[in-house]
């Protein structure tokens, strides 16, 4: 017990004892404190920087690309979950966040030089926007598409059957990731007049009749058969 007591007396002096002219244990609440209240700051700004509404806040996301996502299934569907712009193009992982945040940072330069304030420059400047993003989503395997979408999750029985073989045959053996196929899935796409839309039906399966998606598909087909079928006897 003794030992005990002297340890905690060392302890404690070391503590109090007054180093230039604070404690030392003041020093070292006051940087604890001090650098919880940065983290809560920095934080709470890098959340606050990380929704719709920021992203939205000027006037050239506003008016450009926000009323191209207003318009498709990621924003209005049967089960009502939204895709909103941080979703697709943030990653949740906070390294990949911190490394996208500081990207990002160029687009306040944009901002403050007015690159794309009028739809014209918008326009103009559209196809070189969409590739830069394409390029980025390409290097990291679209890692904000994974966000929502996983490829171990996907019911490919769900699926048509073209859609179940190219994802089998691509994506699952890491030939392709998903903004290879699925480019303008949210926002419209720029001219691509001689550009790669990066999907195109493999030859293998280029003239193939694919299964039917529904079973109203499947039964249309077969009152067409049937239809047909009566049409030849009445001859």
């Known amino acids: ?21 604070i ?3 003041v020093l070292t609440l006051g940087g604890f404190v001090g650098g919880v209240l940065f983290w809560g700051a920095f934080n709470t700004a890098l959340e606050l920087t990380n929704t719709e509404n920021f992203c939205t806040s000027c006037h050239e996301m506003h008016d450009n690309v926000y009323q191209e996502l207003s318009r498709t299934i990621h924003f209005s569907n049967r089960s009502g979950v939204r895709a ?3 979703d697709c193009h943030v990653p949740h992982q906070w390294t990949d966040k ?3 945040k500081m990207q990002a940072s160029k687009e306040v330069w944009g901002k403050i030089f007015g690159t794309i304030n009028t ?17 980025r989503m390409k290097a990291n395997d679209s890692l904000e598409c994974r966000n929502c979408h996983s490829s171990v ?38 001219n691509m007049e001689g550009i790669d839309p990066g999907w195109k039906m493999p030859k293998e ?11 109203i598909a499947d039964l249309q087909e077969a009152m067409a058969r049937a239809h047909a079928s009566s049409m030849e006897d009445a001859r």
């Open 1 to 21: 017990m003794a030992f005990i007591r002297k340890a905690v007396l060392w302890a404690w002096s070391i503590l109090t004892t007054p180093a230039a002219t």
């Open 84 to 86: 909103t712009c941080p």
């Open 23 to 25: 404690g030392l244990g």
């Open 119 to 135: 739809r014209p420059k918008f326009l103009e400047k559209r196809l070189e926007l969409a590739q830069h993003e394409w390029a």
């Open 98 to 100: 911190i490394a996208r």
């Open 153 to 190: 999750a996907m019911d490919l029985q769900k699926q048509t059957q073209r859609a179940a073989e190219i994802h089998t045959r691509y994506l699952l053996s890491g030939q392709a990731t998903c903004i290879d196929c699925h480019k303008g899935i949210a926002h419209e796409l720029p």
């Open 205 to 215: 399966l280029e003239g193939r009749k694919m299964v039917n998606a529904t079973p």
